[in-house]
Structure formats: C-alpha cells, structure tokens
C-alpha cells in the first residue's frame, strides 16, 4: 500500500481517513500539531494511544527534506539553506532577519524553465514541481535552525508558483491555519513572472496575500529580451490582470524590477514605467542585479539607481531599493544551488 504524507494533507481528509480507520475524530487535530511542531517519527506522538502510532506508520508517513548546506551573510541577517529531496534534488531557501520579523523565502520548483535571463536558477530548466509538504519542510526546517517564529513567507525562490498553483495554495492554507503556523494570509507574498490566467484565478481565490509581479521592463520589446514568458503574456493583458487582481481583493500589488546595467536601467525605461504603472495601487522594489558568471550581467552605478528611483518617486510611485541582504552568499535566486550542482559535491553539515 502507498502511505500518505501527512503534511500539507488538508485536516478535513486526514478526519476522514482516521475516522475510516475506527478512531475518533478530534485524533486527526492531534497528528497535524504534532507534524507541524517539526515531529515525524509516529512513536514520539506521545499522546496518541500506541495502537494507532503503530497504525499510522502502515498507511502514513511525515515528509522530510534535509538540510545540507547553509551560509550565514557577514551581516548574520540572511541565511541561505540547501535543501536535499527524497529523490536526491536539491532546492534553497532563504531566511531573512528583518526589524518587522522573520522571513523565509521558499522555492516552489526545482529549477524553472521561464527562462528570465538575469536569473541563475533557469539555467538547468525546470525539473519538476514541490509538493505542498517539501514547501511546509522549508518553514519547518529554517524556523527550527534559526529557533526563530516565522512570520512572513514569501514564495519568490526558485520556480514560478503559478505553474504549481494547486500545491502552492495547499502550502499557504497550512501556513494560516492556526493547527499550522498561524501566520496572517496579509504577510505572505507569491511572485509570478507574468502567468496571465493564473492571475485571475487567484484573484478569485479571495486571499489577501499579496502578489509581486516581476516586471524588469516597461516596453516589450525589452521585456521579451529579458523574459520570454512576455511573448505569451504581453504587457498589455499582464497590466489588465493585475488590475483585475488589485479591485477584486483590495491588496495593493508590488513590482519587482531588476535593475540591469545598459539594459533596463536608462532614463526612458524610468519614464515609460511611469505610465504603465501610475494609476495602480502598487509599490516598486529596485532590486540591483546580482551579477551572474555565467550571463552578462553587471550592476548599475549608485547614481544610476537613485536616478531611476528619483522618476518614480516624482511621480507618486513608492519605490525601496531592496536592502542588500545576502550579497556574500549568493543569496539571489538560484546562485547558491547553481554553484554547489557545478562542484557537484555537497558537504553535509
Ligand atoms: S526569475 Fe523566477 S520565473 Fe524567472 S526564471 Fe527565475 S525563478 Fe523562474
């Protein structure tokens, strides 16, 4: 028989299958605290009658990812987690220390195949999807390391979260039920490179998270350069979408805008985001390019960077230049696991 992985299993199915199995009911809400305190092995439920631990260790199981490398920044605000799968894949994580809280941004897939060229986890393309219990492992594991409550969660690592839409809400449930992390649907962020459709049905979905969209660049001829999703999905109906998305859930959107040396960072680029943008309830996120060996890739000059900020700024646009946090350990997307996969050796802990 094939056992179930009990995490990331909606409460309501495992009732189901423990009241099909002769127990009672409210021994479901038990199994799911204990999985969600970090516990997978059935014979440290202490409070569960020993009968059904040894039951469920026939027809179920508690998913686990491994920990197999970690680099602290010299700052010691971001940590970046190597993660190994059952099937030997590996996947990274980043926890980030913040005034507000603490933050973990997971991967959704291994790899991606959207193909943005500033970015090194498409490199190999995209492997295969997460399930919902290797995304939950992520928090789990980094909320354990750092002996830190999570309280944010951005789904922004490796992978586009649209193209995995039913595991990712899976995992967002998960993180707001109060049997799992009891974290506000308001403090989690899902990134999208621009799945057009997929805005809107998670628009429908009616879940204040907050969407980031990747936007990089405000024509499309530049845009299909630097992200090909673009040719699908031009600017124009990605726009639309996400106005869509900002009146049905009332949340304001978030940009993100890789700042590219000579590509996308001119003054022009600067005033045509100016008029796609201005009329929508949104916030810009410069983020200056981590520059990849592989790609030609470089960062802006400091004056170049305020410069673009400045436009924005005069015409009532909010703008961060995102804080630098992980520079020193590859902490941009994809980076590290692009390194280690190159040596191809990992050095347990
Ligand atoms: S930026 Fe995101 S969507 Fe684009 S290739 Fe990288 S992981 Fe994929």
């Known amino acids: 028989m094939e056992r179930i992985d009990l995490k990331g299993l909606p409460l309501k199915k495992l009732e189901g299958l423990i009241e099909g199995k002769g127990w009672e009911k409210y021994r479901a809400k038990q199994v799911m605290r204990w999985v969600y305190k970090g516990v997978s092995d059935f014979s440290?439920?202490?409070?569960?009658?020993?009968?059904?631990?040894?039951?469920?260790?026939?027809?179920?199981?508690?998913?686990?990812?491994?920990?197999?490398?970690?680099?602290?920044?010299?700052?010691?605000?971001?940590?970046?987690?190597?993660?190994?799968?059952?099937?030997?894949?590996?996947?990274?994580?980043?926890?980030?220390?913040?005034?507000?809280?603490n933050s973990v941004c997971v991967s959704s897939q291994v790899g991606c195949n959207m193909g943005c060229s500033f970015c090194a986890s498409t490199i190999d393309g995209c492997v295969r999807n997460l399930s919902a219990s290797e995304m939950i492992d992520q928090v789990l594991k980094v909320q354990k390391d750092q002996c830190q409550k999570i309280t944010h969660?951005?789904?922004?690592?490796?992978?586009?979260?649209?193209?995995?839409?039913?595991?990712?809400i899976k995992f967002l449930k998960v993180l707001n039920s109060p049997l799992g992390f009891n974290i506000s649907f308001r403090r989690m962020t899902v990134s999208t490179c621009g799945i057009v459709p997929v805005i809107y049905k998670l628009a429908d979905e009616n879940l204040p998270i907050t969407l980031s969209v990747s936007l990089h660049a405000p024509m499309d001829s530049l845009r299909n350069r630097i992200m090909p999703i673009n040719k699908k999905f031009p600017l124009h109906e990605l726009i639309e979408a996400v106005k869509f998305y900002v009146e049905r859930t009332g949340r304001r959107i978030t940009f993100e805008y890789v700042l590219i040396k000579g590509l996308n960072d001119s003054k022009l680029c600067a005033e045509n985001l100016v008029k796609l943008i201005r009329d929508i309830n949104?916030?810009?996120?410069?983020?200056?390019?981590?520059?990849?060996?592989?790609?030609?890739?470089?960062?802006?000059?400091?004056?170049?960077?305020?410069?673009?900020?400045?436009?924005?700024?005069?015409n009532g646009i909010k703008v961060t230049v995102r804080r630098e946090l992980g520079r020193d350990i590859d902490a941009a997307c994809g980076q590290l696991r692009r390194k280690v996969l190159k040596e191809g050796v990992i050095n347990p802990l």
């Open 44 to 101: 440290e439920m202490t409070n569960l009658p020993q009968k059904l631990r040894r039951e469920l260790k026939e027809w179920a199981y508690v998913g686990n990812i491994e920990i197999v490398k970690k680099h602290i920044s010299k700052t010691g605000y971001t940590t970046k987690y190597l993660f190994k799968l059952d099937d030997g894949n590996i996947i990274e994580t980043v926890y980030m220390k913040y005034s507000y809280g």
């Open 282 to 314: 949104c916030h810009v996120n410069l983020i200056p390019a981590n520059p990849i060996a592989e790609r030609d890739i470089e960062r802006p000059k400091p004056e170049t960077i305020n410069e673009f900020k400045r436009l924005l700024e005069q």
């Open 153 to 168: 969660v951005v789904v922004m690592g490796s992978g586009e979260p649209l193209l995995n839409y039913d595991e990712v």
